[in-house]
């Protein structure tokens, strides 16, 4: 006998609720609003009164209204079919929703629960199986789609039947388990699990160590992202957080990517759906939206949605990893989460802490990052969730909550800067301010040895170098003027500028520039690094700029050439040509 | 107004604040209409029996014994064809003494557009402003501010813009605009010949200040009466968005709210964003663009209203005087347009994109030899150049006087080029080189 309840009062998507029996905290709820029902979920719990955030608009809702309470949290449906689907952020299918306009209080399922699976047994009767446990398999998309014993199923089981190999549909009854009790549990290939509750099937998690290529050069080169890894991009607006965030998602060597727009604009979810179905995953061929789960909730959809938008993403991202995937979580922007939060929080009347944000924000926050993660799981493979939030800070100003809680957790660190973006400098990306940890993990060098021969990390640290010095220096040509410095603090300078130039910056919209493989980053490096690492001879300050803007151009028309094609080689041949002409 | 045959008068007032009065009431549904003494006023919280209510038209003189009517009903507007041509106000009441209009009832601040069902936006709007058209091109179904600081020319650029888009209907909300402004935009449409065009809904400043919230629920209403509807192409123009933004921060003042940044609700964001996301391009062909304005005190783009609106926004166009020129110019640097790439080389000529990225470095090459020069350095011989380049530039291109097309546009900009620089300073891929270098 589920519990009910009354409406007693309304403040925007804050409703109270008198309840008759026993809930629980975040249960869902159902409120009565003539023909529509109005999901909501109970946000606090104080004697008979409910408060409860609803996931739609509140317009026209009266105190008296019925309610009826689920018994359960606000859940995910699991199984073969979710690749290549839409969805809002309480997992309602956007495709298979009737026209134009979204309709409050309209839900739906899912999956598709007609379409026939592939399916192929991994386990046989008498089979020992717990949770997590693959028990079968299905081709979804290309990749091979585990078919797990349901995560909150706590013991052991022994199989007592499985289906044959053949086509089955996602709600058949594939396999029979028992307990030690003699009970038995029909097995289906879908599974329910509460979004908030994080997945844990794995026995360890290690420091994730391997490369995760995203094809951005001031990403790998200069600051890699790992398999597992965490990573956070504020910047101000207008700084290029989504241009940024959509090459990472294209290009990235992942199995799945899972995009959370979160409190964003629609028109940057259109245009993944007009682009991802057309274009291909550089890494395998096949279309980008093969491999792609989105999670819209735009800035226009209701508020406490957005909230439980990344919880959804987060957990079919965990069910993902216990197949032992590489799954990258993109969500833009984790700003509007928490502002979701601090609605809520001010309508339920609060003690706020920093700029009116809850007081457990920057607990909200570690606790969702950490379910990231590389991990191995019971069966020995690894899986891992790479996650990478942007940040849109208030006024551009670091110094606030969502982006100090987050540098806390996030291990790399993307500062996209207003002065670079206003000067044209894509990816806006800070050289100096933006770091990544991993780079600094011993793990992390053996592994990039494996790929890379040389002391790549070693190039990376002198490149580096060389921008903080280009850095001063310009500082102390501002202050001394061009003449006021010797001629050497030219050179620096512009040494730095040809990193900035050839490596960091990076054409988003032209085809060839914006992946970059990782041996052509190895190359670009080296040349790089060849160039700055001579000794140049300059009669004066004036012919230094000269000579390094012909650097820079040829440099850069290689980067709009395919990597080692005749017009390649062409400019290798022009570049060394140059540094002959004035090398010491 | 809808009259019921037994509508219950309420005359027990208990709390009355500058915007809101509460009073105790049963069967209230969330965000219905009241009249209070024959003002308007709408249910925003409601807490058992007692009822929270936002007057439009503030509570001076309102007495505690004043007459209190439910109207059963959510702010609406009539929309038909009939619209065209005229001007209301908040309550979408015509103000031109003309007859009412006829038509379907809509409620106000309806439901969102699916996303999957939205198409991309592909349209160029040409406005002939190089500033504009070239560095930062707009497109139908997109939503784009002026950040301006409220001596700035951008209501003359806003009726320009408006008046070139080419749109099938132009909607006005004004919001706080002076009746000095409102008569600008009134003779500006009517001597242009295009009143039947226009659909306006005006809140001046002799207006109550909490009635401006009604306003761009109204304008985008009719907007997507003739967008959806109609399949046209409908243009928005909101002007000025800061007073909104202020009406929102006095309303949740008044019930007690704890302010986030810069006094301004926590909900600025989301209430912003459910104006600004109604601009959209239909699959049938309707559109609407929405061109806002957000001014600034002193420039301060930190502040809690550009920035949140930053956030929303498909870019944002900044107005400045060039001193060098004497005239007011759009500026490349802090102007963006986030659509630009969708049409940019796309609708326009190939070059497009790199001309406007390679003029706008150089541009930023001579704000650095300006600051050079201000602090007493000598200047290179190629500082020398970038300095006379951004002025013709600017003269040239960047002036919000500029009426011509984006092809001319860009062959003024190669011309530049050639005139003050060697290709290589240009940073443009060869092949264009080749073709365009004049």
Redesign the interface.
């Known amino acids: 006998m589920s519990t009910k309840g009354k409406v007693?009062?309304?403040?925007?998507n804050l409703v109270?609720i008198g309840v008759d029996g026993p809930v629980s905290q975040n249960e869902i709820c159902y409120i009565s609003l003539g023909d529509e029902k109005l999901m909501a979920e109970v946000l606090k719990v104080a004697g008979e009164n409910v408060y409860a955030q609803v996931f739609e608009?509140?317009?026209?809702?009266?105190?008296?209204n019925d309610v009826e309470f689920a018994g359960h949290m606000l859940e995910v449906t699991l199984g073969p079919g979710l690749l290549s689907r839409?969805y809002d952020g309480l997992q309602n299918d956007?495709?298979k929703?009737t026209?134009?306009?979204?309709?409050?209080g309209e839900y739906n399922y899912p999956l598709d629960t007609e379409k026939l699976w592939q399916f192929k047994p991994l386990v046989q009767v008498g089979d020992q199986v717990e949770a997590a446990t693959w028990i079968g398999e299905v081709d979804e998309n290309h990749q091979p789609h585990k078919i797990m014993v349901p995560f909150n199923m706590e013991g052991v089981y022994t199989v007592k039947s499985i289906v044959a190999a053949g086509e089955y549909k996602i709600l058949d009854n594939i396999a029979i388990v028992t307990d030690n009790e003699g009970n038995d549990y029909p097995l289906t290939m879908v599974q329910k699990w509460p979004v908030k509750q994080p997945i844990n099937v794995h026995v360890s998690k290690p420091r994730p160590f391997k490369l995760l290529e995203t094809g951005v050069r001031t990403i790998d080169t200069a600051n890699p992202i790992v398999e597992g890894g965490t990573g956070f991009i504020p910047g101000?607006?207008?700084t290029g957080k989504t241009v940024l965030q959509h090459a990472i998602s294209k290009q990235a060597e992942a199995d799945i990517v899972i995009i959370a727009a979160c409190?964003e604009?629609?028109?940057e979810?259109?245009?993944i759906?007009?682009e991802f179905p057309e274009l291909e995953d550089p890494h395998t061929g096949r279309k980008l939206m093969e491999r792609t789960i989105i999670i819209?909730n735009?800035?226009?959809?209701p508020?406490a949605s957005r909230e439980a938008s990344v919880y959804t993403a987060m957990t079919i991202a965990e069910y993902y990893r216990a197949m032992g995937l590489k799954v990258l979580l993109m969500a833009d922007?984790t700003s509007?989460w928490a502002?979701?939060l601090?609605?809520m929080s001010?309508?339920m009347?609060e003690l706020?802490g920093q700029?009116?944000?809850p007081m457990d924000l920057s607990a909200i926050i570690g606790s969702f990052y950490s379910r990231a993660g590389f991990v191995y799981l019971k069966n020995k493979q690894s899986g891992s969730i790479t996650f990478i939030g942007t940040v849109?800070p208030?006024?551009?100003?670091l110094k606030e909550p969502v982006t100090e809680g987050t540098k806390k957790v996030a291990r790399c660190f993307y500062a996209l800067e207003q002065a670079r973006a206003?000067?044209?400098r894509y990816p806006a990306v800070n050289p100096i301010d933006s770091y990544s940890k991993y780079i600094e993990y011993p793990e992390f060098e053996d592994y990039i040895k494996t790929k890379i021969q040389g002391d790549w990390i070693g190039k990376v640290n002198d490149m580096k170098t060389i921008l903080q010095r280009g850095k001063e220096v310009q500082e102390q040509i501002?202050i001394l003027?061009?003449?006021?410095v010797p001629v050497e603090y030219h050179v620096t300078f512009w040494k730095s500028e040809v990193i900035d130039?050839v490596i960091l910056q990076q054409d988003a919209?032209d085809k060839i520039d914006s992946v970059t493989p990782l041996d052509r980053q190895e190359f670009m490096l080296n040349l790089v690094m060849d160039i700055c690492n001579n000794d140049y001879a300059f009669d004066s300050f004036?012919e230094v700029?000269?000579y390094f803007?012909?650097v820079?151009?040829s440099c850069?028309?290689m980067n709009?050439c395919e990597f080692h094609s005749d017009k390649f080689e062409k400019y290798v041949a022009e570049v060394k040509a140059i540094i002959e002409e004035k090398k010491k | 107004m809808a009259t019921k045959a037994f509508q219950k008068i309420y005359t027990k007032i208990n709390q009355i604040t500058k915007a809101t009065c509460s009073l105790k009431a049963?069967?209230?549904?969330?965000?219905?209409l009241a009249t209070i003494n024959g003002r308007l006023a709408q249910v925003?919280?409601?807490?058992?029996?007692e009822v929270t209510l936002q007057v439009f038209g503030g509570t001076e003189g309102i007495p505690t014994d004043a007459e209190v009517i439910f109207l059963g009903k959510?702010p609406a507007l009539k929309v038909s064809d009939q619209l065209a041509g005229r001007f209301f106000n908040a309550f979408g009441e015509p103000i031109d003494g003309g007859p009412e209009i006829e038509g379907e009832e809509v409620?106000i601040g309806?439901?969102?557009?699916?996303?999957?069902?939205?198409?991309?936006?592909s349209e160029l709007i040409a406005t002939g402003i190089a500033g504009i058209d070239l560095n930062n091109t707009l497109v139908s179904?997109?939503k784009i501010p002026f950040f301006a600081d409220p001596d700035q020319p951008y209501n003359q650029v806003m009726a320009n813009v408006a008046l070139r888009a080419e749109a099938d209907k132009i909607i006005l909300g004004g919001m706080g605009l002076t009746n000095d402004d409102y008569l600008y935009f009134k003779n500006v449409f009517n001597n242009a010949g295009v009143l039947d065009r226009i659909v306006s809904f005006m809140n001046t400043t002799e207006n109550p200040p909490v009635e401006r919230l009604l306003i761009p629920d109204m304008a985008l209403t009719a907007a997507e009466y003739f967008a959806?509807e109609k399949n046209q192409k409908v243009l928005v123009l909101l002007t000025d968005m800061t007073s909104y933004a202020d009406a929102l921060a006095i309303v949740s003042n008044r019930m007690d709210?704890?302010?986030?940044?810069d006094s301004m609700p926590?909900?600025l964001?989301?209430d912003l964003?459910?104006i600004y996301?109604?601009a959209?391009q239909?699959?049938a062909g309707g559109s609407i663009t929405i061109i806002a304005v957000t001014t600034l005190s002193g420039g301060d783009?930190?502040?809690?209203i550009p920035?949140?609106t930053?956030?929303?926004t498909?870019?944002?166009l900044f107005l400045r005087r060039d001193s060098d020129i004497g005239k007011v110019i759009v500026d490349p640097?802090?102007s963006?347009s986030?659509?630009k790439?969708l049409v940019a080389g796309k609708k326009t000529r190939e070059d497009h994109?790199q001309v406007m990225?390679a003029a706008?470095?150089l541009y930023?090459d001579a704000a650095n030899a300006k600051?050079?020069l201000e602090?007493?350095?000598?200047l290179?011989?190629?500082d020398e150049r970038t300095l006379s380049f951004a002025k013709d530039y600017a003269d040239q291109l960047l002036a919000i006087d500029v009426n011509i097309d984006t092809t001319k546009m860009l062959d003024l900009t190669w011309g530049l080029f050639a005139e003050h620089f060697k290709p290589?300073?240009v940073?443009i891929?060869?092949e264009l080189v080749e073709k365009y270098w004049k």
Do not use: C
């Not at chain 1, 007693?8 to 925007?12: D, L, N, V």
């Not at chain 1, 208030?394 to 100003?397: F, R, S, T």
């Not at chain 2, 925003?44 to 029996?49: C, D, L, P, T």
């Not at chain 2, 602090?375 to 000598?378: I, L």
């Open positions: 007693k009062g309304i403040i925007s109270t608009s509140t317009r026209g809702l009266k105190v008296g839409n956007l495709d929703l026209g134009v306009f979204l309709k409050r101000p607006f207008g409190g604009r629609a028109n979810v259109v245009e759906f007009v819209a735009t800035s226009n959809m508020v922007s509007r502002q979701a601090r609605e001010n309508r009347e706020p700029d009116a944000f849109s208030a006024g551009g100003n206003d000067r044209k501002d003027g061009d003449d006021g130039f919209f004036l700029m000269d803007k012909k820079i151009n850069k028309q709009y | 049963t069967g209230i549904s969330n965000e219905e925003v919280k409601i807490m058992g029996e959510t409620e309806g439901p969102s557009v699916n996303p999957v069902r939205r198409k991309q936006p179904g997109q959806v709210q704890i302010p986030s940044k926590g909900s964001y989301s964003a459910k996301e109604k959209v239909f699959p783009i930190t502040h809690a920035d949140n930053g956030y929303i498909e870019g944002q640097f802090r963006l986030r659509l790439q994109p990225n706008v470095r930023a600051t050079k602090n007493g350095f000598d290179t011989n190629y290589e300073e940073n891929k060869q």
